[in-house]
């Protein structure tokens, strides 16, 4: 835990006393600095939450979203975004990318934006994003050092998916398959694991993303109780080609994080094809027994995988 006794933080949070939780620590800057390997899972967190807060040193989640929008009393953001850089001054060590979901920019978000480029979080994730000029405003907006995630949940973000990684600093992309709906006008009914219309939205936001360099990250399945509905659509996602998942749970994350790792059969049939392949003086493809046919698009795919996975 990051704090032993929350009890005084507690109090200050009842109160809502800023200046309190400002008084607590000198130093806004995150001192926990880890980057995942690779990102099979992103947990949301309440920012206004204490005990959420608390396991920042303890979670298995590759990302941990920081939650300052959906769910956080507009009487609350303003403490919350202060418990945020005190809790990540405060965590020691974190096996998870520290991410901050802001307000919409022109909510508070722009003003959060500014608090948080003194934290330093290794990316801050901006929701209710509709073209590239909105996310060209985040960045000028951005410290450098800090990467930009993108919420997409408008019917014109999605439309304009290609468009919108004008900056080698837009690393991922979350899809907000509800609002998505409400955005288009669609019914939250169609977000049934055989339903064709969202096969089609999982496929476009992942081929789309993909080709734009960014890491896609699935939605987020609101059941949090419902276990085996969670491991079916990611199940389903990593047919599909997904690699990550938003979660709301410790048992989501658990499931994620094993289903989208890829297995040690598959890592030593990537690693045989690698070795065959770069054996080969003329590099002009094999013919293998158990592989099969390994020609070089096969070879980079297997070479992508162990550079992502090992």
């Known amino acids: 835990m990051v ?7 507690e109090e200050i949070v009842e109160r809502n006393d800023i200046e309190a939780v400002e008084s607590l620590y000198s130093n806004r800057v995150q001192s926990a600095r880890y980057r995942p390997p690779y990102i099979r899972s992103a947990l ?3 920012a206004h939450r204490l005990r959420h807060l608390n396991r920042l040193d303890r979670l298995e989640a590759d990302i941990a979203v920081l939650n300052l929008e959906d769910g956080v009393a507009p009487s609350k953001k303003a403490i919350a975004l202060r418990l945020v850089a005190l809790f ?3 965590t020691k060590s974190m096996r998870s990318m520290s991410v901050v979901r802001i307000n919409p920019l022109e909510e508070g978000g722009a003003e959060e934006i500014a608090y948080l480029n003194g934290v330093v979080p290794d990316a801050i994730r ?4 509709k073209s590239a ?3 060209k ?3 000028d907006l951005v410290d450098k050092r800090i990467k930009i995630h993108l919420s997409i949940e408008t019917k014109e973000a999605f439309e304009a998916l290609a468009s919108l990684r004008v900056d080698e ?3 991922a992309y979350y899809l907000g398959v509800l609002d998505l709906l409400a955005s288009m006008g669609l019914s939250q009914r169609i977000v049934q694991l055989h339903n064709p219309t969202m096969h089609y939205i999982l496929s476009r936001f992942l081929l789309k993303s993909s080709t734009q360099g960014v890491l896609p990250i699935s939605f987020v399945y609101q059941d949090y109780k419902d276990i085996e509905g969670f491991e079916n659509w990611s199940l389903l996602e990593r047919k599909m080609g997904y690699h990550a998942k938003g ?3 410790p048992a989501q994350v658990e499931i994620a994080n094993r289903i989208f790792s890829p297995d040690e059969e598959e890592l030593e049939r990537a690693r045989r094809i690698v070795e065959l392949f770069e054996s080969d003086p003329n590099n002009s493809g094999f013919a293998d027994e158990e592989l099969g046919f390994v020609d070089e698009p096969i070879y980079k795919s297997a070479k992508q995988m162990l550079e992502k996975f090992s």
């Open 133 to 135: 000029e909105d996310v």
């Open 169 to 171: 600093r837009v690393e």
């Open 247 to 249: 979660c709301i749970s």
């Open 3 to 9: 704090f032993e006794d929350l009890s005084e933080l």
């Open 44 to 46: 949301m967190l309440s």
């Open 137 to 139: 405003k985040a960045l």
């Open 88 to 90: 990540l001054a405060e």
């Open 126 to 129: 901006i929701p209710k994003i």
